[in-house]
């Protein structure tokens, strides 16, 4: 293949250009006659004659390489491509990453992006450096991982200008190194390196013009690292700081940001007293407001203008940067660090001193000479911050020292000098400071022991040019060209490691080498060597250096001499040709300070000060010259003769070794533009920096070998289309790969086959894909051509068929038209008749209508004008009748008027005449006589008249109070009326009680009838006891009188011995079963012995007489001795006090104590006790009473009333029994209940007896005082137990006779229907009333029986041990009045008896400790009777037996140690028996069982037993405690469990199937522990017999949670281990597997391909195509393993949900961080691989519960990469995609390549339409900012609650399991 055959019309190169450096242009012809023509894309044309074909404009690569992560996979490797594909990855794609080869190209975007999260450094984690895309994460786990795999430190050098971003690299790196080196979070040797940062910036960094955060010295921070490769420390060394800024600023430009921090907290009183002001107040800090160099003598405080020093830079400050934030963030950061405030004001006050000093005004003092104004403020601030004399300050600013021989002379210097003096000592104060802070912070960072490996990050000043160049531009320069040197060996080397590997014929590639200008600077009699030797010149200057230069220096080829200048040079570095101005080299180079101003400064009162300048000089690592005066040490002579150039060298050149002793990895930082805008890309000042950082030479060196690299695999899947099928070779590839390229290509050159690769020269990639896209073409052409025939021919058809179906339908479409118009006119003309007639006929009926209508309207308007008339005529008539009617009335009537008054005239005149005769005829007597009797007549009439109306005045006033009276009454009835509508009301209510009610009683009348009889049985059973009774109390009361008359003393001794010989056997009976139970009694034993010791030593001195010795022993064993049936009897008889509501048992009880207590105290006045305490013996005396006869009288009838007592004990017992089991409810019980007291009354006369026996024996010692007090005490007891019990009868008497009357009544009114009783409701309300009177009852009397039984317990204890040792000496008086008076047979008898009552005492202890545990027994058994009562109601005795855990009834277990003197039956189990469902085990197994269940349990054994059998046998061994209410023994087993699991858990964290069997277990023990803790919200769906079997005793809510978090954890280690599996399958079964080998072919790879990576091995070794199939088995094993060990469904559901969570996380990220993976094609493929997942969960009945929503986001980016990209698809991709976000949108849309080129790239105005779209919806969204999906998230898991049908009765233990030691109960 010829070069001309790629130069064809359509063919696209680039054309240099002067602004765009490249034009793109395409050729519109093919290349003929050394011509060229091409068109730009803006239309213009050129044509273009190239001399050869050499000078060939270089051609444009194929559209599917342009954008490629790596630019060594382009196909044309030269400076345009590189140029234009990282302005399209820049500017189109916004990735700022970039490989080129083995160098990492970064791009500052002058944005944060959100790409260095957690998550990407999860992504980045064990992927080789070409998988993903590129970025500093890639190169820093490149970096890692050799260190890892080779034990080989390594070094990443981050090379760029200022502004390009070299420190956030760095920094990004070390974070990275922090992450997988320490934890995921910043470790804190990280944190102190983050902390350094803002120090370092503060002191180092300063605004530039091209950056405003600009470091002005280079570091090497190593990162150690111990042998497990974590971070243990860190190491900072600095290089060549730029102390010139200190003194002097470039227009817009600052000094260091630590002056502007420090003066913008100037107002903060705790730095007063440094006296700042603002930043222009100071000469170094504002060196740019004015030319003139001179400052003023006066300033106005304030003002910049006035301050020399501080108007040099015109900008101090920086905008959107905040000097006082920093300051503090800086003051946080050395305190982290270690520096205190003390330190850190000392550093300020240095800093302070630097400014102050450059405002020190030196003045012109004539001649040589200068001088400094003693009024100078600055100087006295100077001297007194850094703690010197201001003189001495003042006089060697201003002067020097000459040393001539042994003289010295003080010699005055001129104002330069002395300015550059003042200048040199601030600079060198600063340095000196710098590198005190370096050192402190490497002590911070310092590691604690030696480290393993380390990997360095080198953050240094890239290649440097400016307008003026000088003394620091030559050293940076010359430092990049060190590197250079370093990186162009490195380059080749891997290349060559790369031929040699693949075993390839390769020749010498020629590239640059910078040896010769290394050598020029730093070999003898170079530039160096040079300037090192002008300088030890007395009066070397710059001028003369710089003409030792011309001459010495013109033999090598990369120095000149400019034209037009003498005092410059040009050096031909490798980016460039640089000119330096020899202007101040030498004076940079010296760094010279006078001797006197440093001794100065050592005599400094700061220590600070003072340690700066007093440390060794060696310890810097930036050296200075200092001026001597005279003769000094050796040392110091030493420390003179190196230089600044010289230094650098050396510091450079062990750079240079550390680095070629390590691996190195390269970060070149590119600054895009110089206006810091965002994403905007400068094309010139990229270029720049490509030819000075070494990238083109990467480019070049790539270019001239073989840059394109394919394996033969992926060579044959993309080109497999260029050959034919017989020439495929299925087991040779490379024999295919052969045959294909020797159909391509002839030239052997262009090509090598290697051992794993194919190797090919820049360009062949290209043709290769210009022949794929042209066979392909013509392939597409070809089907192009069937389908268009295919598709041309169907069209034909379907036209001609159409055509005879339309002709068919269009000619039977006009004869049905001309048939409709045929009707049409036919019934057009009948429609005309019949219209032309219908209008003739309106016509005609209009004008009828309209003329009758005027003739109606003419007469009606006659008619009406007749009827006015005639209404006005009859108006006139009528008017005319009233006008005439009215004139003859008004005439009438003044006639009338007239006669009247006439006669009216005339009657008065007779009248009058009249008047006149009666009067003469009334003064005659006759007259008056008639008028007399006329009114006497009247009078009686009238009176008879007035007493009639006075009685029917009466009669009128009677009825009225009567009305009165029924008005009252009909109020009344009114009032009750309205009662009676309310009683009505409550009368239907009651009665609709009454009914339920009723109801109830039906139902219940059966079972009362059981009830009913079994009361009747139980009254004759009374009645007839009763009977009994009184019988035997007569019995009793006969023989008691003739026990009192029987006195003689036969009867009584043998009675005595009888009674002794009997209690001799049974006490050693006794003792022989029952000694070896009894010794943990002791402890108790002594105790009361105590106690017993105390009791005689007080009674000691009431005692006298003649007595019988005893030893101590023996009267410690007295005081116990007891008659253990009568104690065990007693004991059984109280007993029965605690059946609830059992009154008169207590009562029974406290008469019985009572005779016993009265019997304990008989004869005591005649015993006295003694204690002697001489040797180890103690003494007890007897005294014999004067009265024998009396003495044995007492005996006999003592004996005689135990015996009476011990019967009416056991008569008691029965009582009480009975009365217990048929409880008192009429009257006939409460008549027996009163003959029972009358019974108890004939025991109290008894009672009465023995107390005057016992007040006789009282009062025959008078004199004995305590005996009287003693009975004082027992009597007054006695009275209140005798009123407390009389209480008791009383009430019990009462509440017997209310039942009885409240029965009578009710027989009485309603007789046999008793029931009626609550029809109003009246029973319902007496029945709660009288069970609140009960309660209060029952409540006063259990209280005071509680404090009665409490008194009466301790006067017992007393009495009892009293009464014990009154019975024995009381036997032994009796022994002793019926033998002889023999020494001999006295001490037999004592002896005998001693030893038999010290026997009996401990027989007694123990008894009492039996009976105790007996009296528990008792009230467990018949707390259960109660409750299996109250819950089967009358249930059999069948169920009481299964019920009791003895087998019978509880009640009747209460007979045992009566009937067999405490013998336990043997439990007899029935065949068919009802169990608890609890597990019973010994304390001692607690350990075994845990070890069986949980340490040795196997999941293969567990396979085979029910799922969960561990966690029930547990939680059956839970209830089993919860059942006896041992808390100390359920803490401890759950304590155990607890532990056991997460130990096991711990020990077995890797084993899957371990960590399900015990989630399923724990969630099953936690869901028991819910089910049945008698909780309502979890009792829903328990059966009856479940809900009996809940807790009754614990509360165990608090384990619930610990048994919670502890699945908790379990399930995030299941999860942790399904992760760690899946992980390595997710990419090749997801992203990478191909249903379809080759439809995605691969597009060329470069150096950084994905096989080419030297990390290759840290991969899955998972083969893609099997990688699915692998998942799904591996997903298939998990669900079964889940299922197997019965884990709930919902678990199962939360756990695959996270788990395809995590699938889709893996893969989303890892193709939104690879290029290669986003087109259509893996889109296709993607989503058919993701197909096979939802699939899984259909068949595993996983998609109703919403797993597969997880994947939603990879599905979305797979049908992105699917879906059409046109301006019409904007709504509907955002549509599509709501589960992804905003950046992950616009990430996969950057990243979208066409494989091949016929499918179009995705336009730029796509992607912005889709971002201002996707704004929209993400506005209220924070998610949208992240790219990356969090692979740790984790969704919180929920445990529902699983309630188990399991029976806990039906669980039996299986044979796998050795649990022997577990009873089912």
Known sequence: MSVRE?????????????????????????????????????GQTQEI???????????????????????????????PAVLYNLQVRFCNQNAIYTYCGIVLVAINPYEELPIYGPDTISAYRGHSMGDLDPHIFAVAEEAFTQMERDNKDQSIIVSGESGAGKTVSAKYAMRYFASVGGSDSETQIEKKILASNPIMEAIGNAKTTRNDNSSRFGKYIELDFTRSYSIMGANMRTYLLEKSRVVFQAPEERNYHIFYQLCSAASDKKYSHLRLGPPETFHYMNQGL?????????????????????????????????????????????????????????????????LHLGNIVIEDNGGDASAIDKGDESLAIVAELLGISASELKMWLCHRKITSGREVFTKPVTLSEATFSRDALAKHIYAKLFDWIVKEINKCFAAPTKPFRFIGVLDIYGFETFEINSFEQFCINYANEKLQQQFNQHVFKLEQEEYVKEQIEWEFINFYDNQPCIDLIESKLGILDLLD????????????????????????????KPRLSNTSFLIAHFADKVGYECAGFLEKNRDTVSEEQINLLKSSQISLVHALFTVKAQAAPTKVKVLPTGPSAAHSSKQMKKSVGSQFRDSLNLLMLTLNSTTPHYVRCIKPNDDKMAFTFDPTRAIQQLRACGVLETVRISAAGYPSRWTYHEFFCRYRVLCTSRDIVRNDMRLTCEKIIANMITDEDKFKFGRTKIFFRAGQVAYMEKLRADRLSACGIMIQKHVRMYIHRNRFRTMRNSAIIIQKYARGMAARRLAHHMRQTAAAIKIQACVRGWVKRVQYRRLVYTITHLQAHARGCWARQRYQHMRRDRAAIVIQKHVRRWLTRRRYLRAMRGFVIVQGLVRCFLARRQLKKLKIEAKSIEHQKKLNKGLENKIISLQQKLTELKNENNFISSYKEEIMVLKTRVTDLKGVEKQLKVSNNQVNELEARIAEL????????????????????AEKENRELIEKLNEENARLTKELSDAQKEETKRETEEYLRRKFEAEKQQLILENTDEKSGYQRLLKEFNRLEQKNEHLEEELAKFKGGNAHKRTASNVSNLSGASDAPTELVHDDASEFSSFPGDD??????????????????????????????????????????????????????????????????????????LESSSPPDDPQHAQELIRLQELEMENAKLKDDLNRLRKSIADSEPQNNRVQEFMKQFEALQDELERRREECIQLRTVLANRAHDLRSVTQTSYGKDVDIVNEDGELVLAYQTQKQVNRQLEDELKKEKQRLHETEADYKGELERLRRDNERQQKLLAQNLCKSDSTNSETLLQSEIMRLTSENLNLQGQVDNLTEQLKKYKRSLRAYAKKLKEAGGSSSKRSSAQGSPYGGDPTDMLDVNTTNEGEVLPIIRKKEREYMGMFEYDRRDEMQIIRVLVYELKPRVAVTLLPGLPAYILFMCIRHTDHINDDEKVRSLLNNIVNGVKRVIKKRHEDLDSTVLWLSNVLRLLHNLKQYSGDKAFQAENTVKQNEQSLKNFDLSEYRQVLSDIAVWIYNGVIKLMEEKVQPLIVPSILEHEA?????????GGMRGRTGSVARELESPVEPQKALDLLLKEMTQFYRTLAMFGTDPELITQVFRQIFYFICAGSLNNLLLRKDMCHWSKGMQIRYNLSHLEQWTRDMRLHESGVTDTLAPIIQAAQ??????????????????????????????????????????????????????????????????TLLMNTKFAFPVRFPFNPSSIHLEDIELPDALPLTMLKKV
């Open 533 to 560: 030797e002008e300088c030890r010149m007395p009066k070397g200057s710059d001028q003369s250096w710089v003409e030792k230069l011309y001459d010495k220096c013109k033999k090598w080829d990369h120095f000149s």
């Open 49 to 79: 004659k190239v001399k050869s074909d050499e000078e060939l404009p270089p051609l444009r690569n194929p559209e599917i390489l342009i954008g490629e992560n790596d630019l060594t996979s382009l196909s044309y490797l030269h400076e």
């Open 998 to 1017: 009723t109801k109830e009683l039906e139902m219940e009348r059966g079972e009362k009838m059981d009830v009913l009889t079994q009361k009747e049985r």
């Open 1760 to 1825: 992105l990469l699917q879906a059409r990209k046109t301006d019409d698809d904007v709504h509907s991709i955002c549509d599509m995609c709501d589960k992804l976000s905003v950046s992950q949108i616009i990430k996969i849309l950057n990243l979208y390549t066409p494989a091949d080129e016929f499918e179009e790239r995705v336009p730029i105005s796509f992607i912005h339409k889709i971002q201002a779209k996707l704004q929209e919806r993400a506005e209220g969204e924070q998610a949208q900012a």
């Open 290 to 354: 004015q030319e003139d160099p001179t400052p003023p003598r006066r300033s106005r405080p304030g003002h910049q203008d006035n301050f020399h020093y501080l108007n040099q830079g015109s900008s101090p400050s920086i905008e959107g940067v905040d000097d006082g934030a920093d300051f503090i963030e800086t003051c946080k950061a050395l305190s982290l660090l270690g520096i205190n405030e003390a330190t850190q004001d000392q550093m300020f006050r240095i800093l302070a001193g630097i």
């Open 1144 to 1217: 008169d048992v207590g009562y029974g009880s406290v008469r019985s104590r009572s005779s016993e207590m009265s019997d304990s105290n008989r004869n005591l006045e005649n015993i006295e006790w003694s204690s002697q305490k001489t040797g180890d013996t103690s003494e007890i005396k007897i005294q014999v009473p004067q009265k024998m006869e009396d003495i044995t009288l007492v005996l006999q009838l003592q004996n005689k009333v135990r015996e009476l007592e011990k019967e009416r004990r056991n008569l008691s017992k029965q009582i009480d029994h």
């Open 6 to 42: 790629l130069y064809v019309k359509g063919a696209h190169v680039w054309i240099p250009d002067q602004e765009q450096v490249w034009r793109c242009a395409e050729l519109t012809q093919d290349y003929k006659n050394h011509l060229v023509t091409v068109i730009f894309e803006d």
């Open 1636 to 1644: 379809i080998a080759g439809l995605s072919g691969n597009k060329p």
